[in-house]
């Protein structure tokens, strides 16, 4: 069965300012989410992720192209899609003198329904562990995070927009954030979050697509892409590393970035460990360390191969 997009970007440009002044915040976007897939859209600050997002909710308006969310255009039918989605901003503002629950109630009565609505935000505050009868002036700003989560959940819309979801979250937190994903997609809802933490899109999303410089460098499986098998490898010997050694981890076909510092030897290794295990046992072996490649390191083996880019 075909998948169904839920959202659908073309040729979506934004410049800001005008004349010597002016910034390409992004060029020529586009891009589908699939109904019931969480998306990551990750980039480095000032990428261009906040513009995106605010495109789709309208806040701001595109210089060129479009986007359809629902297959509704994000302009003329704004209203309607903004009853269907959730949305949670990366600076969140809301009345600093009114309680969560004053707040809670006053959107769930905006969006109908309110007592269902109002009994589903007490589930998610209890989950997120949120005390909702605090004044917001009073929240932290991970406390105050949680509680935008709420309000943009809280009325199980069909399409989640998080813009930097876990910021100021501690650990914990967002772990129960990445099962409530979890739950959010088993239950064939869809969500499109932006962030530059790249292990947190490593855990929970399906796919990612990674902006930089307002352009659209690659969107993968994070399956397909996690599939690019290498790790760095550092091996600590007791005295030296022994003479030859490195000269001899060079000429192996799966070890590459070979570097020597003191009793340290670190390298990029693919494939099987065999080689590296007969190549240092000349040397008393105190530590042997595995680290996994970042994402974005991922990514650079990935595309260096000349793979097309794909959707
Ligand atoms: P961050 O992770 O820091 O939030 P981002 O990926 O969300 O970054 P954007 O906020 O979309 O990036 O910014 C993209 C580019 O557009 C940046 O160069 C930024 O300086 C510029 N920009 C954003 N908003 C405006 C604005 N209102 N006026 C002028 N330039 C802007």
Redesign the pocket.
């Known amino acids: 069965m075909a998948s169904e997009s839920v959202l659908e970007i073309r040729g979506l440009t934004?410049t800001?300012?005008s004349g010597k002044r002016q910034?390409?915040?992004?060029n020529q976007l586009d891009l589908s989410v699939n109904r019931g897939e969480i998306f990551g859209y990750l980039?480095?600050?000032?990428?261009?992720?906040?513009?995106?997002?605010?495109l789709l909710l309208d806040l701001?308006r595109p210089s060129s192209g479009s986007a359809r969310i629902f297959g509704l255009d994000t302009r003329a039918d704004s209203v309607e899609i903004h009853r269907r989605i959730g949305f949670l901003p990366?600076e969140l503002s809301l009345w600093e003198g009114r309680t969560g629950d004053q707040i809670i109630h006053y959107v769930a009565s905006v969006r109908g329904d309110s007592r269902g609505i109002a009994k589903q935000a007490g589930e998610l505050a209890e989950q997120l562990d949120l005390d909702t009868s605090k004044r917001v002036r009073d929240l932290s700003s991970g406390n105050k995070r949680k509680l935008g989560l709420v309000i943009a959940m809280m009325h199980s819309p069909e399409l989640l927009i998080l813009?930097?979801p876990t910021g100021g979250l501690d650990p914990l937190v967002q772990q129960t954030f990445h099962e409530m994903m979890d739950d959010y997609r088993a239950k064939g809802r869809t969500v499109f979050l932006?962030s530059?933490v790249l292990s947190e899109v490593q855990a929970i999303c399906d796919r990612v697509g990674i902006?930089r410089d307002?352009e659209l460098k690659a969107v993968e499986s994070v399956e397909k892409i996690t599939n690019v098998e290498f790790n760095w490898v550092d091996v600590t010997f007791r005295d030296a590393v022994p003479a030859g050694l490195q000269r001899q981890l060079e000429s192996l076909l799966t070890i590459s970035d070979v570097s020597t510092n003191g009793a340290r030897v670190r390298m990029r290794m693919a494939g099987d460990f065999d080689p590296l295990l007969r190549a240092i046992s000349s040397g008393y072996v105190e530590m042997l360390h595995v680290e996994e490649p970042s994402l974005e390191e991922i990514f650079l083996a990935f595309y260096s191969g000349d793979e097309e880019k794909t959707e």
């Not at 910034?23 to 992004?26: G, V």
């Not at 980039?43 to 605010?54: E, H, L, M, S």
């Open positions: 934004k800001y300012g910034t390409l915040a992004l980039g480095p600050n000032g990428a261009g992720k906040t513009t995106t997002i605010r701001i990366g813009d930097e932006s530059h902006l307002g």
